[in-house]
């Protein structure tokens, strides 16, 4: 079965540091990843996918597929970057929901 | 505009209530979903459809039902709402393919006294 795992329930880092939000998953297949961002009284959207390579308000995420990792990085945080993220994994096929990570809150610090 | 819309999006009810929840979408989409989330905490599915006259139980046990008689419509019933059902509930819809978009509503707060 599907797993995503976000070992951190809350990241709290200041503003202009680095930050990771670490994502791992076990699926044997080829695996589909998002990461979805939460704002505090907005509904949960789509931040980015893997499959897109883009950035996104400066956030990246790399596939490793060797370690099982999607973790999700910018090299500076914002104030406004203050939110619940969730890792979530598809199936090629699309035929299986969404299996969703259990959410990081990250909360930068002015 | 393309969007999902849930109501009501606040709800205040007494216990042993019957109550539905809302949710329609103008994107097209065939696969929507049912989630209930506790204010920033993990999002659990409670109830699934692939289209119409589809409908799957989800992860977390559930007193609820749903329907899908209509594409763009996916309603959730609480015969009897109970103090355990306060939370939110989230609807979502997607695309055909596991590269596609999940898109979410803006979520139904309930409150049973």
């Known amino acids: 079965a599907q797993r995503v795992t976000q070992p951190e329930k809350l990241l709290s880092v200041f503003k202009g540091a680095p930050v990771e939000l670490k994502c791992n998953y076990s699926y044997s297949g080829s695996p589909e990843l998002f990461w979805y961002v939460q704002y505090s009284r907005q509904r949960l959207q789509l931040l980015l996918r893997h499959i897109s390579r883009e950035s996104i308000k400066g956030f990246t995420a790399d596939l490793n597929k060797g370690e099982t990792s999607f973790h999700l990085k910018k090299p500076f945080a914002q104030e406004e970057d203050s939110a619940m993220y969730y890792c979530?994994?598809?199936?090629?096929?699309?035929?299986?929901?969404?299996?969703f990570g259990k959410g990081t809150r990250l909360s930068v610090i002015a | 505009e393309a969007d999902i819309y849930q109501t009501p999006r606040y709800l205040v009810i007494g216990t042993g209530k019957k109550i539905t929840l809302e949710c329609s979408q103008t994107m097209g989409h065939d696969k929507m979903y049912w989630y209930q989330q506790d204010p920033g905490m993990e999002l659990h599915l409670i109830h699934y459809?692939?289209?119409?006259?589809?409908?799957e139980k989800g992860d977390l046990s559930s007193e609820s039902t749903v329907s899908r008689i209509r594409t763009e419509h996916f309603p959730l019933t609480l015969e009897s709402a109970r103090p355990s059902h306060t939370s939110q509930y989230l609807c979502?819809?997607?695309?055909?393919?596991?590269?596609?978009?999940?898109?979410f509503g803006p979520g139904t707060r309930l409150t049973v006294l």
């Open positions: 979530a994994l598809s199936v090629h096929s699309g035929n299986t929901p969404l299996v």
């Open positions: 979502a819809s997607r695309g055909g393919t596991g590269t596609d978009t999940q898109y």
């Open positions: 459809s692939y289209g119409v006259n589809s409908t």
